[in-house]
């Protein structure tokens, strides 16, 4: 990286990096975990697979967001976790789409997420 990036600089994420990011925003997982994690929580809103989990995590430890934990998972996984810079992009992005979905959501009348939205694909 040849000069620390903003937060601001990062934003938007994709969808498969906002899942990632908030998957290891509770601390460091390793790549098996992310993706159970992810299935769990998100179920196939955003489809996440290992080959493009591992593009993902290349691709932000390269930015300065993700990095390699010191150590392993007790099965000798390697494990990764948020830096302070990826905790800030992840509030951030957040913040952002909050402002987003609450300006939709007025936009149409709505009166919260999940009223009478959608199921996801």
Sequence with gaps: ???????ADLIPLSPRDLVVLTV???????????????????GSTVPLDPANLYRSLKRLMRDGVVLEAEGEAADGRRTYALTPLGRRV??????????????ALRARGGEGVGDDAPEPA
């Design 1 to 7: 990286m040849a000069s620390d990036p903003s937060p």
């Design 24 to 42: 290891m925003a509770e601390g460091p997982i390793h790549g098996y975990g992310i993706v159970t994690a992810a299935q769990g929580r998100f």
């Design 90 to 103: 992840l509030d951030l992005e957040v913040a952002r789409l909050r402002v987003l979905t609450e300006a």
